[in-house]
């Protein structure tokens, strides 16, 4: 089935640095791709979605690129905030018309001022 | 942008217990969905609806059941809470079916079952 592999659990940056979140997917025919925020306390919500190969998403200064090639998503950011600190979640949307979403086990990013 | 409220925010109950949580959205969207978030797992699918009456079973829904009575208004019930259900439950919407669409999610549910 479609599975969706972020590779840190945890992040711990300081202010001013860069971000990278790492994100695979495997999943059969063409998937969207999304990233979602959840701040403590909150439900998560919607960052940005890349639908098609080389497409970039990006919102808030954090981007990622569509790579089918690679089947990646990685999520980046120049210049992080103490702000920014909340758990990141990738997930793949099945395209094909089913309701199917599979979400990555998340990645904690902790940023120090 | 959708509203999605859920009630109760906390609960504890206890084993063999029945619990009851809800969920209202308020933007007219046809689908609805309940999640678990468990660390290490994610969020994973336990039911959703494309509609009053409508329920599709997720991928983990065992020990679950769900009703949608109206377009607004989508309930997951335990009723024979275990310690495995402890988890923080949410729900979200999307104004169709298919993956291509943006999730809107609430605030989530946080069940303990002693």
């Known amino acids: 089935g479609d599975s969706v592999t972020q590779t840190e659990g945890q992040v711990a940056l300081s202010e001013e640095d860069f971000l990278t979140i790492h994100c695979n997917y495997s999943?059969?025919?063409?998937?969207?791709l999304f990233w979602y925020v959840q701040y403590p306390g909150e439900g998560p919500q919607f960052l940005f979605r890349?639908?098609?190969?080389?497409e970039k998403g990006s919102s808030r200064g954090f981007e990622a690129t569509y790579d089918k090639g690679t089947t990646s998503f990685h999520l980046r950011k120049a210049s992080v905030q103490e702000s920014d600190s909340a758990v990141y979640y990738c997930a793949l949307g099945d395209n094909t018309g089913n309701y199917k979403y599979v979400f990555g086990a998340g990645t904690r990013l902790k940023v120090i001022a | 942008e959708a509203a999605v409220t859920q009630s109760p925010r906390n609960k504890v109950t206890v084993t063999g217990g029945n619990v009851t949580l809800s969920c209202r959205q308020t933007?007219?969207?046809?689908?609805m969905y309940w999640y678990r978030q468990d660390t290490g797992h994610g969020l994973r699918l336990i039911h959703y609806s494309y509609g009053a009456g409508n329920l599709q079973i997720g991928d983990v829904p065992d020990g679950y059941k769900a009703t949608r009575t109206t377009q607004e208004d989508f309930f997951l019930l335990l009723e024979l809470a275990s310690p495995s259900q402890t988890s923080l439950y949410f729900c979200?919407?999307?104004?169709?079916?298919?993956?291509?669409?943006?999730?809107?999610f609430g605030e989530g549910s946080r069940l303990i079952v002693v």
């Open positions: 933007n007219s969207h046809n689908y």
């Open positions: 979200a919407s999307s104004k169709t079916g298919g993956g291509g669409n943006t999730l809107y």
């Open positions: 999943a059969s025919g063409y998937p969207a």
């Open positions: 890349a639908s098609r190969d080389k």
